[in-house]
């Protein structure tokens, strides 16, 4: 059973600086949505609200995974990732003295997730084989596209019904940016994903993505239904498009 996303109404910064105004969206079940913004429009911030890294101040953040609706506003990390949320953050954030696999398994500290080890490991390995060629490679002598192929696997071996993902296209070359987002798309559909990313390349988002919003200083200022919506809109031409 597909799981979902509804954020309703959130507000949320860090001390007295709000970041996010009035934030709601919503992900399908199944469903691919991006959240496009450039740099300090709040696409991090609302990340980390629904991850409990960031608590809201105001709003409502409900998941239902597998037919069971979870506020997730009060919730610690933990408790969220223990549901079935995984979350790859942006600059992917891996332990960089230890080992691909040894990262791959910390991955896996989710209850839930411990029976599964070796059918995800094989995944990841099959779907990066990069990963298996460097197993026992320490992560932080990897390029960043490899160390972000770690992170997505990483996120997976955790069995989630729902991931967040934070600019995976950072720091890497075009190529690979797009070798990543089509990765994305394969990993979604073998797991039966429920994806929300985050990513200010316009272009490479709408690729796989089902629907769109665009977050503008915090706060949403266009909801696309379909990557069509998002292609034809105004505010994405002013600010991806330079018309």
């Given amino acids: 059973m597909a799981s979902s996303l509804t954020v309703s109404n959130v507000d949320a910064g860090y001390g007295a600086v709000r970041v996010l105004e009035d934030v709601s969206l919503t992900v399908g079940a199944g469903q691919t949505v991006a959240l496009l913004g450039t740099n300090g429009n709040g696409k991090s911030t609302l990340m980390k609200a629904i991850m409990g890294i960031v608590r809201p101040s105001s709003g409502s953040i409900m998941a239902t995974i597998d037919g069971a609706s979870h506020e997730l506003v009060g919730r610690s990390t933990e408790e969220i990732v223990d549901l079935g949320i995984a979350f790859v953050p942006e600059g992917r954030r891996l332990f960089p003295k230890q080992t691909v696999t040894e990262n791959l398994l910390l991955g896996a500290y989710r209850p839930t997730a411990r029976p599964a080890i070796a059918r995800n490991l094989d995944f990841c390995f099959e779907t990066f084989p990069r ?112 018309a």
Avoid at 155 to 163: G, H, K, N, T, W
């Fill in 131 to 242: 990963l298996k060629e460097r197993s026992r490679q320490l992560a932080g002598s990897m390029s960043g596209g490899e160390q972000q192929m770690l992170a997505l696997a990483r996120a997976l071996m955790s069995s989630p019904r729902i991931l967040l993902i934070d600019e995976p296209s950072v720091g890497l070359a075009p190529l690979l940016v797009s070798r990543t987002i089509d990765k994305i798309k394969e990993l979604k559909e073998g797991f039966n994903l429920t994806v929300l990313m985050a990513e200010q390349n316009f272009t490479q988002a709408v690729r796989i993505a089902d629907r769109g919003y665009v977050i503008v200083h915090g706060r949403i200022a266009f909801a696309g239904e379909s990557a069509e919506a998002l292609n034809n809109n105004e505010l994405i031409r002013e600010f991806y498009l330079g």
